[in-house]
């Protein structure tokens, strides 16, 4: 079988996403470093998110069982009927007009049968330093990782994934039932804002179910007049029964 090397962009989310405020946790926490009264803080003190409303964009991997340069335990495992998906979690943040945030949090939770699945197999990024707001790359990697790519090698499989990547420090980390993305400002002049496209590969040990998924998002906001730093509330949105069945295959 032959796989085509072009990169995939997948399509703009904006048009499905849903946008919030993100309020102090406590709100009798927040207190000047001079005074030590509590302050008020107003809508303008407040970065806004945006997440998709409904839905994720989904690659299937299922092809890859054929890919000799995917790892010969998973494609054995593929070829009994375990599957593969590609899932996009996009995020947006804008800074509040007084202030900015210096570290946001973003993480994603799937409900999971045992011995059924969604397990998360790999993320991306797992460690990235962006200094302006770019498209970067995420390719298919022998054992189906994926990271970034520095020159094409011939253990790379196929396809490659082109994702937008906000101003930030980012880090990355998971776990068999989600993953967890920190944000974190390169300066203290500049904070954290932009668009960011996290991936995960999602496997299902048999065949794909619907995704039930829970993303959570908060921040740590500066302002320098007065002096605060105080911490945002935990959001969270809740997606049920999310079909995958539609995903963009890879040829």
């Not at 890919?67 to 009994?80: F, I, S, W």
């Not at 990024?125 to 011939?154: H, N, Q, W, Y």
């Amino acid at each position: 079988m032959a796989f085509d090397d072009r990169a995939i962009e997948l399509a703009p989310w904006q048009g499905d996403a849903v946008s919030f405020a993100l309020a102090p946790a406590d709100p009798g926490e927040v207190r000047s470093s001079v005074s030590g009264d509590v302050v008020p803080l107003g809508s303008e003190h407040q970065p806004r998110v945006e997440l998709p409303s409904s839905s994720f964009a989904c690659i299937s991997l299922n092809a890859l069982k054929d890919h000799p340069a995917v790892d010969g335990l998973l494609r054995a495992e593929m070829r009994r009927g375990a599957s593969f998906r590609l899932l996009r979690f996009p995020f947006s943040l804008h800074p509040p007009e007084v202030g900015r945030v210096s570290e946001a949090r973003y993480a994603v939770h799937l409900a999971s049968t045992p011995g059924i699945g969604p397990i998360v197999h790999k993320i991306f990024p797992e460690r990235v330093e962006v200094e302006s707001e770019r498209t970067t790359e995420a390719a298919f990697e022998p054992s189906l990782k994926i990271g970034d790519v520095v020159e094409v090698g011939l253990g790379r499989v196929g396809r490659s994934v082109l994702v937008r990547q906000g101003r930030a420090s980012t880090i990355g980390y998971w776990s068999e039932h989600g993953a967890e993305w920190e944000l974190r400002s390169l300066t203290e002049r500049n904070g954290v804002e932009g668009v960011w496209e996290f991936l995960a590969i999602v496997r299902w040990s048999t065949a794909v179910a619907p995704l039930h998924a829970t993303v959570a998002v908060s921040a740590t906001v500066a302002i320098t007049q007065p002096i605060l730093v105080w911490r945002t509330k935990r959001m969270e949105k809740r997606y049920d029964a999310v079909p995958l069945e539609g995903c963009l295959p890879i040829i």
